[in-house]
């Protein structure tokens, strides 16, 4: 089998610098693939997976700053760093899986292995929550908080091993899910582009149901039936979501690793930098490579990097596909002479970094849902009938419960609508969608900083404690933002990503999360540092939110969501997508045809800007 991939992989590349391949899927055999593969019915495995993984991961991390304060025993503050790096870890680690992926392994090897190590974390941590050597004597941190011994040692070593054996796992194969679904659809195929903004939106309902499942049912075993079960559970749902993958193997459309993605970034660079003296031509049909004429008849959804136009964007750039005056190909090495496509890949790759950057404030928020109002609904009164209380972390449950009946209606309602009023397959633009969400998230912290205003005051003027409820707008809120947000990234970051690409840059997706993490933990210090005096400590310097300024923290999260929305809007409209990339048919039509008026008009100088 190992012959008939590598083969196949061969073929592969030879047919892309002639410019002859479009798809270039296999199946498990290593075989191209036929009709019989890819598509929902294969995706639906892979939608099986995210489930079931997103259940594992969310019900350690949304509840492991309880574990990590009362069982752990850190401080506050620390305690809620250790979630904050821990969960920006598993989105960094990301990075790695969509290299790995795409240059090396592929994304069902990626995800197969990646898979066994996170489980092992789960089952790490399962065992040391369940044996009491393992983790420091039991302590009420809140009353006796100064006499609990925080965990050190080999207890700390095993803890920190486990959880990181989980975000290894985790973050190399987050990626690799959204990828391997979405490869299972032709992007260039007009037909199964609007299969393909659907699988986006059945992916997020996927991770809605294993958020909410984590959130509920999981969290509520963690808190009645202990922490090391809890882990079990997670374990187990991991073991599920493997088999279920596994399940799919025969049905699967595999994109072939095609090497290392750096290097042709790589070579560009230096490229550049050798030629930098070096003047651009005016006509860009004199650079090595391309084939911006109107009788190459480029289809503007092509996926094959060897198609790219030219685009006019970061022009130094194109330094590095100047000829040598002699003409002379041969005589220049692919470190000094690149192709307009590779030069183009690397405009891409710079281009969305702006709006990569956009939503690290975002999930800076959603660190904050994540660690410090599960704290806050600690210090609120849980009960919601005299036998049952509510435990804070399934507070994060109610945007899923939502977002489990506002997803489907997103898809069935307004899509189809909006697709009439804009043309486009999904309904708004995915750079549209993630700005309507950045908006809305401002209005989370608004919500978070009123209501917990209102909690101290309560607690400290007049003895009353309030229902946790009050804090349910936040997560609502929120959650409607992130629906908006995080699906339009991913669509946006995989509409715009070529053959080899795939999980790379949907992997970018996943490092905001990562940043947005931790940029939470840095402000979290920096505010303690800059707010703390002789006489005081800082706005989150307290073990007891009633003596912390939780809610000045809020407010300041809110203006910086505000001002990162404008900055938004300024790098999105600077934004432009390569006319070969634009994968809605209608809009690539319309840009070939412009394309085809305008080198009538000024000649083939000019033909595509």
């Not at 929902?40 to 700053?65: D, K, P, S, Y």
């Not at 050190?152 to 690799?176: D, E, H, M, Q, R």
């Amino acid at each position: 089998m190992d012959n008939s991939v590598e083969k196949t992989r061969m073929k592969f590349k030879q047919d892309s610098l002639s410019g002859g391949v479009e798809e270039t899927s296999v199946d498990w055999r290593g075989r191209i693939c036929k009709s019989k593969h890819g598509g929902m019915a294969a995706a639906v495995f892979v939608l099986g997976l995210q489930a079931f993984e997103m259940m594992g991961i969310a019900a350690v991390g949304n509840n492991l700053i309880t574990y990590v304060f009362n069982d752990m025993h850190f401080p506050l503050s620390k305690s809620a760093n250790i979630v904050t790096n821990f969960v920006g870890t598993v989105f960094l680690l990301s990075l790695l899986g969509g290299f790995l992926s795409d240059s090396y392994l592929g994304s069902f090897w990626t995800m197969l292995i990646f898979g066994f190590v996170e489980l092992s974390g789960f089952i790490l941590l399962s065992v040391q929550a369940h044996l009491p050597q393992l983790r420091p004597p039991s302590c009420d941190m809140v009353s006796d908080g100064v006499d609990c011994v925080e965990a050190k040692g080999y207890k700390a070593l095993i803890f920190f091993l486990a959880l990181y054996l989980v975000a290894l796992g985790s973050g190399c194969l987050k990626p690799n899910i959204i990828s391997h679904g979405a490869d299972q659809f032709k992007k260039e195929d007009p037909k199964q582009s609007k299969k393909l903004s659907t699988y986006f939106n059945v992916a997020y309902f996927a991770f809605c149901i294993g958020e909410l499942l984590a959130l509920t049912v999981l969290v509520w075993v963690q808190t009645h039936s202990g922490m090391d079960v809890g882990f079990g559970v997670s374990a187990a749902a991991m073991a599920v979501g493997l088999i279920c993958l596994i399940s799919g193997s025969f049905s699967y459309r595999n994109k072939p690793p095609k090497g290392s993605i750096f290097t042709p970034f790589a070579q560009v660079f230096v490229a550049a930098i050798t030629k930098r003296k070096q003047i651009c031509p005016s006509n860009s049909q004199m650079l090595h490579g391309c084939h911006n004429n109107v009788s190459s008849h480029v289809p503007a959804t092509s996926t094959d990097a060897s198609n790219l136009l030219h685009t006019e964007k970061f022009r130094f750039l194109d330094k590095a596909c100047i000829r040598v005056q002699d003409g002379s190909e041969a005589s220049e090495s692919t470190w000094r002479l690149c192709t307009v496509a590779q030069v183009e890949q690397v405009k891409i790759l710079i281009s969305v970094i702006p709006i990569f950057s956009c939503t690290i404030i975002f999930n800076t928020i959603l660190a904050q849902l994540q660690t410090f109002s599960v704290q806050q609904g600690s210090a609120m009164n849980t009960r919601i009938t005299k036998s049952f209380k509510i435990p804070p972390a399934s507070l994060q449950s109610i945007p899923y419960i939502m977002l489990i009946f506002v997803v489907p209606l997103y898809e069935t309602a307004f899509v189809p609508i909006a697709r009439r009023i804009t043309g486009k397959d999904s309904g708004i633009t995915p750079l549209q969608r993630v700005g309507v969400g950045l908006f809305i998230a401002t209005f989370s912290m608004v919500s978070a900083a009123v209501i917990e205003r209102k909690r101290r005051t309560s607690a400290l003027d007049y003895q009353e404690t309030l229902s946790i409820f009050w804090i349910a707008p936040q997560f609502l809120i929120f959650g409607l933002s992130e629906m908006f947000t995080a699906v339009g990234l991913i669509e946006f970051f995989y509409k715009q990503s070529l053959e080899g690409m795939q999980s790379f840059l949907t992997a970018m997706t996943y490092c905001s999360y990562s940043f947005g993490f931790y940029l939470s933990s840095l402000l979290v210090s920096l505010v303690n540092k800059i707010t703390s005096s002789s006489s005081s400590g800082g706005w989150l310097s307290d073990n007891d939110l009633n003596k912390d300024k939780l809610d000045l923290f809020y407010w300041l999260l809110a203006v910086l969501s505000l001002i990162n929305f404008f900055n938004y809007l300024f790098w999105s409209k600077w934004y432009s997508y390569n006319p070969s990339l634009s994968h809605d048919h209608s809009l690539g039509q319309d840009i070939e045809s412009q394309n085809f008026n305008s080198s009538k008009r000024v000649g083939p100088e000019n033909t595509i800007s």
